[in-house]
């Protein structure tokens, strides 16, 4: 690959993550199934724990989804009600092959809970670990993982 071409395709990996977190965000399942690839694997084991204290403040959401298709049609899946908002940044994009990539992504997550729960906000921040693949008809995300650094609840 030459220079543009590597530059193109770290642009069109943050277009694809951007596009992944608002759909996540907006609950619009279809926009994140759009950036999978067909044979993903998302590991959210562990994505609400604390490092720090070693709580789980949401055990619902360690989960390993396999596959596009298995992608929750549901806005909230982990629960009614539940707003999400998240910032990802200093993307560390590597570029192996012009069907292969990789990344790390700093992000800010928070999740807005309905009042009566153990707590109504979660802010975590952490690192995504991704890789991506190219079969010829873009870039789509391949597997991610969640190294988290800090969460905390009020």
Not at 32 to 51: H, I, K, N, Q
Not at 122 to 143: A, I, P, S, V
Request: with cysteine; aromatic share 10%; hydrophobic share 35%.
């Amino acid at each position: 690959m030459n220079i543009c071409e590597r530059l193109a395709a770290i642009e069109d990996i943050k277009q694809l993550k951007a596009r992944y977190w608002r759909g996540v965000d907006n609950g619009d399942a279809a926009l994140v199934r759009s950036v999978l690839a067909e044979d993903c694997e998302l590991d959210y084991m562990g994505c609400c724990t604390d490092p720090v204290t070693g709580f789980d403040h949401m055990p619902s959401m360690n989960m390993v989804l396999k596959g596009r298709e298995n992608w929750p049609d549901s806005p909230n899946p982990i629960g009614p009600k539940i707003v999400t908002v998240h910032q990802g940044n200093d993307p560390d994009i590597t570029v192996e092959s012009a069907t292969q990539a990789s990344g790390i992504w700093c992000f800010t997550d928070r999740f807005f809970l309905p009042p009566g729960g153990p707590f109504e906000r979660l802010t975590g921040w952490g690192r995504y670990h991704e890789t991506y693949e190219n079969q010829g008809d873009g870039w789509r995300l391949k597997t991610t993982r969640i190294e988290r650094l800090r969460v905390e609840v009020a």
